[in-house]
Structure formats: structure tokens, C-alpha cells
């Protein structure tokens, strides 16, 4: 199950992307003491939590990517929550309104294995975006280490099979590239680091056949829950699919 | 001698950077027939030319690298132009105003040993750039096709000494890097040919010694005649430095 709840926040003030590692600080503290417990020692990410700003109204955004995360985050915790308390401002931040959107896994995955999908994808970073590589950050959408990332975390909170492998991102890479952009650098601020990182669009064509266009297709499409990069549990690297994805209605 | 002429063009309306081109055909025409055929057998071009937009304003601007194409280009014809018939939409443009800007290339170079540069570049690509690598065409400024391009821009126009060096050029690269950056792709449209190419802006930070520091300010320096990347004679790779270079006042 794939799982995503929208809080739309009211009156916020002095809020920026930066914000949403307080947000997750309050929120890892609503949820029971034994699945935290379990999230940190396990040190899974199976969600990923982020700001974003739609018509002038800031909205908490948490995604989960496996039945625990959605039956425990969204279902018994966030699905009731009216208000959250950020300790680090000490101030509380009133919910006006809730949207849950809930996908089952296998409705993503049957469509790629029937579904003609686009051999061209628009995406959008709406979040600062950063990648490490050799120890170093990448700011720019690298397509071998978006895919990389995407196939990661898709493992991670995978209960069966996996998916990544070198061979299948050497393909990837080789059948799809980068046609065109609208980007820029911005910092993102975690605990006084700033981590440098990209938001905006670009648009890829795929090369390949049908079997791995599916698959690059499937991969944004997870990423809509996942976020891809760094931090993505923090903020960073949540997306939106403007062209392309699953189409799963 | 490095030589810029701005000539500001009358009421010109349909216009966009792609129409360089038509006026580069032009200004061929006018240069005297030795020099051009001259031009054209050596494959040198020791000029760029581009169209700018400043103020709602459009600019031909023309910019020579060496001293016979000072004189004969800028001196001998363009200096005297009140106005240019571009063959191609049987239309004649008025020149409004004329800016000649003459620079010594040993201010240029002597600068380059005395003087403390600027460790942070921002650099503007204010017309489409690319560059050709492995041949397929290449719209992100990487940092190694730029100085490389510029280097062996400067080699072509210089009748003194040469400046590529693969060694140097690794130098170059290892001692800066991009810290910010805001781009987008555009198309530079050439015989019906599309050329993905960038437009936007960067900032560099450089690491490396002193040296290597006045040779990257230097080269960036140069790069405001020369132009960077693919058909600079043409429109394309037209930069401004809006911070660092070489302070010859």
C-alpha cells in the first residue's frame, strides 16, 4: 500500500522547506513508542514528509511506502490529528484539512507490466534535491543517480523482491536522457548545515523499449511516495510528475 | 587587441537571438574580399558575433580577438555602418548608436601576473551555449568543456604562445567548481538545424592557488569576446561576467 495523507496548515507564518525536520521531529513523536522504536533501530524510511506551498497554502505532506507505515502513520496517527506542536518555536500549527489518497502496491505494479507508457516524462522537483556521490553532494538531476535512488528506496520498504540492480541502471541510463530544463540551486538548512541541492523541471525521452520505458515510468511513479536523493524523510527531493507516471485510475 | 562594437538596431521587431546568424552573413559580405576569403580558408574566426536585448533594446554586437580582425572588421567596416540589409527576409536594419570598446591583449595578459582576482566567478550566459563532446551536443556548463573551450579559442586567435594544456586544463578543473547555479535549455535554431543549448546563470567558487585563479579569471575575461562553446561566430555561447575577471581600468 502506498499511502499518502495532505495537511493542509492554516496561518503559517516564517515557514519555509527548511521547516519540514521540525515537523518530522513532532511527528516521529506522535507515532507508538514501538514502531519509532523499530523505524530507528531498523533505520527504515518506509515515508517520506515534506512542505510544499499550492495556491498560497503551505501543506504538510506524508507519504508511506509499506502497509506498516500506512496502517500506523497515516491511518492511526495522522488521519486524527487536528493540530501539531513544533517544540523547537514552541508553537502550534492548526490542520484545516486532511486529503488521504491510498494506492495499493500491486495496482502500480500490474500497470507495469500492461500499460503503454510515455517515452516521455516531465518532472518536477518541488523540494530542494541533492544527491551524495563519492562522498561528495551532486545538485544536479544526474539521471544514473535518480534512478539509483528511486531503485534504492523501493527496496527498502519492499517486503518481496527486489529491484535494483547494475545491469538494470546501466540500461536505464543508456535508454533515457535529459531533453530539457528549468533549474536552480537553493540551499536546503538542516541543523544549521546548509546542504546544497536544485528544484525545478526537466523533461526525459526514452530511447529504450516499452519494457524499460515501464519501468522508468513505474520508478517516478513511486517516487511521488518515496522522494528521491538525500533527506527525502526530511524534506528534501519530493517531486511531482507533470508528464508521464502510472496512470493507475 | 580585443575589440567589442555594440551597434543598436533601429525598431527591430521578429527578432530573436537565432537571427544572428542572418547577420553574420551579412557582415561577411561586407568585409573585404581578401580578408573574407582569408577567413574562410583558414577556418579562423577571430571574432563573435551575437544579438543582445538590454532595456527592450536589441544590440549587434560584434567582438574581435586579434589585431587584423580589430582594424579590418571594426575599424575598417563596422565602424562606418549606419545600417545592414539582411538578405535572407530582403529587410534593411538602421544602427542607431555605436559603442567600440579596444583593449589591449598585453592589459589583458599583464593583469593576469599582477593582480589578486576574485576567488567566487558568476558568469552569465546571456545567448544559447553548448558544446560538442564525443559528439553529441552537451546543454549543462560543465566546467571542464568550458575552459577547454576557452583555451583553445584563445590559441586560434593568439599569434603568440599557446595556452591548452590537457595538464593545466586537469589543474583547472580539480581547483573550481560550480556552487550555485540558475539555468534553463532553449533552442538555437541554425538552417533549420535545433541545437539544444543553456542560457542562465553560474556562480564558481575556485580552491586553487593564485595562479590558477587569474587564469580562470582570465580566460573567463577572454570569454567575453570570444564567446564559449559551439558557433560563437554565429550567436551562440555570448557571456557576461557579473563578478570576477580581470579589472583592466
Known sequence: MFGKITMKLRDVKDISYNKSSLFHGAIMELLPYEYGKQLHLSQLRPYSIHLEKENDIWSLVVATMNEDAYSIIVEQTLSKLDKIYIKHDDEIVYIDEKIINAVPKKLITRAFYNSETSKVLEIRFITPTAFKSKGDYV???????????????FDVSSDDGFLFDPDILDELCRGSKIISYNLRSIYFQLE?????????????????????????????????YSGVGIKSSLGMGAIKIIKGGINIE
Chains 1, 2 share one sequence.
Not at 545538485?139 to 528506496?153: A, E, G
Not at 526514452?206 to 513505474?218: E, G, P, V
Open 192 to 224: 544549521g548545515v546548509k546542504i546544497p541541492a536544485f528544484t525545478g523541471n526537466i523533461k526525459i525521452k526514452i530511447t529504450a523499449n516499452q519494457t524499460i520505458s515501464n519501468l522508468i515510468n513505474m520508478l517516478f511513479e513511486y517516487g511521488k
Open 139 to 153: 545538485f544536479f538531476p544526474d539521471l544514473r543517480l535518480i534512478y539509483q535512488s528511486l531503485m534504492k528506496k
